[in-house]
């Protein structure tokens, strides 16, 4: 057994690799691309090690071409899921009980892993299986997700150092435990490196994880689990099993032995699991750790003294990165007339630049949405603004899913701040703007912290501090994560950590030690070197 108390060392930031022409990440992705796409594989479900094949299969095909087909998966049901609760619970104790230093060299090891060799694998699975440009898979799949990995074993050890005080006789200690039971991790599609960290985080602890990836991010998470594997993670602490959210869902959440769920997804998935959790709360042999992040309605504020070139650019890739398909893009806005003029010009000019295409075309700013569904959900929003009289539609507004799910950068201007599309999440790249009257600023401030259920980022826009101290107090509790003159994207693992309250989630910070702490249990210890031998106390004495 190790006898010695062991750091790890103090993580940085992953840099973002440029794939500028020239580059030999350029040329690495490039063949990557082309090699994976020269094969078709076939997915199955990972329970204890061993791989499983159901029968019951799905086809993955890429969104921005989807005649191209990459291979099928495997789905869990019932009988899979009880399989993996007990594999799970079967690795538990010897997990547990590894020494933590071991766990952590694990990741460690995967994070270097993916920062070299493993770099362009997941990049471009991702590139292929989610429609992310290079650079959009770059800062998620490999440099957030590496950070994610490097931060949770630094902060782990960093909670583990936090000791009470022992005055003189005894010594106070507290034990960090991993929870009883297993952990269900629930991963979006869009963000790997979401994918790669909601397992993870808890099982760098010393629990077990189920994971049930998004259907239509299976080919990304797969390579992820062949990763871990490579990095020596042993069988069964991370049980992979993918499938419909009824067939898989339903039996994990009817466990007693659920310990915790890990959730990125819809605000309406999310309640419907708390609520089974809640109806079966009598049966549960622990009260499950609920850890959610789900949707967002986010805000752009934007007060007459801005920087309006500035403002274009945030407003711009805050709302069209990765097709807006991110839970912190932008997607309303509001503006005041005195500037929208000057804006409006400089912003229709600079969004018809926007190329859209192929990932594997460098040039391209943006490619396909993720799916058929996602295409239709989007085209409906976009559609009714066309037919309201209350919206005019100023950027964009064409949708082809011919060749692949393309919807054009959409900005719709409207004159009610109500609108649907200045209330709803649309997860798509639609922007909808409000320009208020530059005397109603108050009113609008309060509009914008009211119109939304969600608070999960936003950013304020403007160069006077007396402003934005005003518009900071007014919003405080509209976004978890705040920005001031900058787009409400992009948090950084070590730097912003992430997560919303309201309907947005529980904030529960997403590349944080306070992430970390919900995987945890803690026994405090307390032990007296001389105990008394006499039970009387002193005011006991005389009369």
């Not at 490097?150 to 507290?174: D, I, V």
């Not at 037919?387 to 060749?403: L, R, V, Y």
């Not at 649309?426 to 609008?444: A, Q, S």
Request: charged share 25%.
């Amino acid at each position: 057994m190790s006898n010695a108390y062991f750091k790890v060392p103090a993580p940085i930031n992953e840099p973002v690799l440029t794939y500028a022409p020239g580059t030999s990440e350029r040329e690495a992705i490039k063949n990557k691309l082309k090699e994976l796409q020269s094969k078709e594989i076939e997915i199955p479900l990972i329970i204890g090690g061993k791989e499983i094949k159901t029968g019951k299969t799905i086809e993955i095909r890429i969104p921005h071409n989807h005649s191209k087909k990459l291979g099928i998966y495997h789905k869990a049901g019932a009988k899979e899921v009880n399989m993996a609760i007990e594999s799970a619970l079967k690795a538990r104790k010897e997990w547990a009980e590894m020494p933590w230093e071991h766990r952590v060299s694990i990741f460690l090891k995967a994070a270097e892993l993916l920062s070299g060799t493993w770099r362009s694998t997941l990049n471009a699975a991702t590139m292929l299986g989610q429609s992310k440009t290079v650079y959009q898979a770059e800062i998620d799949s490999a440099c957030e997700l590496i950070d994610f990995w490097r931060f949770n074993s630094y902060y782990l050890t960093q909670l583990m150092a936090e000791q009470p005080y022992s005055p003189k006789g005894m010594w106070n200690r507290e034990e960090y435990r991993p929870l009883e039971g297993f952990v269900f991790a629930v991963t979006p599609f869009n963000f790997t490196s979401i994918a790669g960290n909601l397992p993870t985080a808890p099982v760098i602890v010393g629990n077990v994880s189920l994971w049930k990836p998004a259907s239509s991010a299976v080919y990304s998470a797969y390579y992820l689990m062949k990763l871990w594997e490579e990095a020596g993670l042993p069988a069964g602490v991370i049980n992979f099993i993918p499938g419909s959210g009824g067939e898989v869902g339903d039996p994990v959440l009817a466990s007693p032995d659920l310990a915790g769920i890990h959730f990125t997804g819809s605000t309406s998935v999310f309640q419907g699991m708390w609520e089974k959790i809640g109806n079966n709360i009598h049966k549960a042999k622990y009260y499950p750790r609920i850890v959610g992040e789900t949707g967002g309605k986010d805000f752009i504020f934007v007060h007459n003294t801005a920087d309006v070139n500035a403002l274009v650019v945030a407003a711009l890739r805050g709302s069209f990165e990765y097709q807006g398909q991110k839970c912190s893009a932008a997607s309303r806005m509001y503006i005041p007339k005195s500037i929208w003029d000057e804006f409006k010009k400089k912003y229709v000019n600079e969004v018809s630049k926007i190329k859209i295409g192929d990932v594997e075309d460098f040039s391209n700013f943006m490619s396909a949405v993720i799916d058929k569904a996602a295409f239709k959900s989007i085209k409906d929003y976009i559609d009714f603004a066309k037919e309201s009289k209350e919206a005019e539609i100023i950027t964009g507004g064409k949708c082809d899913d011919s060749k692949g799910y393309f919807i054009e950068p959409t900005t719709i201007v409207t004159t009610n701040p109500k609108f649907k599309t200045m209330q709803e999440e649309i997860f798509g790249p639609v922007l909808t703007i409000y320009v208020y009257e530059d005397n109603k600023f108050d009113e609008t401030l309060v509009l914008c912290d009211q119109t939304s259920p969600y608070a999960l980022t936003g950013a304020i826009w403007a160069k006077d501090r007396d402003i934005l101290v005003k518009m900071s107090d007014k919003l405080n509790n509209a976004a978890g994560n705040f920005y001031i003159n900058d787009k409400p994207t992009a948090a950084v693992v070590g730097q912003q950590p992430f997560g919303g309250g309201r309907a947005s989630g529980t904030n529960d910070k997403a590349g944080s030690a306070m992430n970390i702490m919900r995987w945890m249990t803690a026994r405090a210890i307390k032990e007296t070197f001389d105990p008394p031998k006499d039970w009387h106390y002193p005011f006991m004495l005389g009369k």
